[in-house]
């Protein structure tokens, strides 16, 4: 029951932190959109609504863009942990041979299936 209430914690604990993070980004994307949106309509008369459009389109993109930067970071540190477990690994002092006096430890009957 405590290991699996530590795996439910440290879950929680990732699943909040994803979320903190997701809301922030929404909410630079919302600032970016609201600022490109105020900026199309103050140049109304000077840019080609084309070109407003295409702003808000890419504005409006930014959100998507910034969570699979977010996915993609996450996923490449993940890897880049299994290397640096892998190097730390080979660096470890070898155990030596394995022989069969190592094995046989001279145990009595307890040892002995039944």
């Known amino acids: 029951r405590c290991m699996a209430f530590r795996y439910g914690r440290a879950w929680f604990s990732w699943l ?5 993070i997701g809301f922030r980004l929404d909410m630079l994307s919302f600032t970016v959109l609201v600022c490109v ?5 103050a140049t109304s008369s000077t840019i ?5 459009g295409i702003a ?16 993609q970071s996450a996923k490449a540190e993940t890897m880049m942990t ?12 070898s155990e030596g041979a394995w022989n069969k006096a190592d094995r046989d430890h001279g145990g009595g009957e307890e040892d002995k299936a039944t």
């Not at 909040?16 to 903190?20: F, G, M, P, Y």
């Not at 949106?37 to 309509?41: M, N, P, R, T, Y």
């Not at 080609?48 to 407003?52: E, I, T, Y």
């Not at 808000?56 to 863009?65: K, V």
């Open 56 to 71: 808000l389109t890419y504005a409006i993109m930014l959100s998507g863009g910034f969570q699979y930067l977010v996915r």
């Open 48 to 52: 080609d609504p084309g070109l407003a």
């Open 16 to 20: 909040l932190a994803n979320r903190w």
């Open 37 to 41: 949106s105020l900026g199309a309509v």
């Open 82 to 93: 299994s290397v640096e477990r892998m190097l730390h690994y080979t660096a470890l002092p």
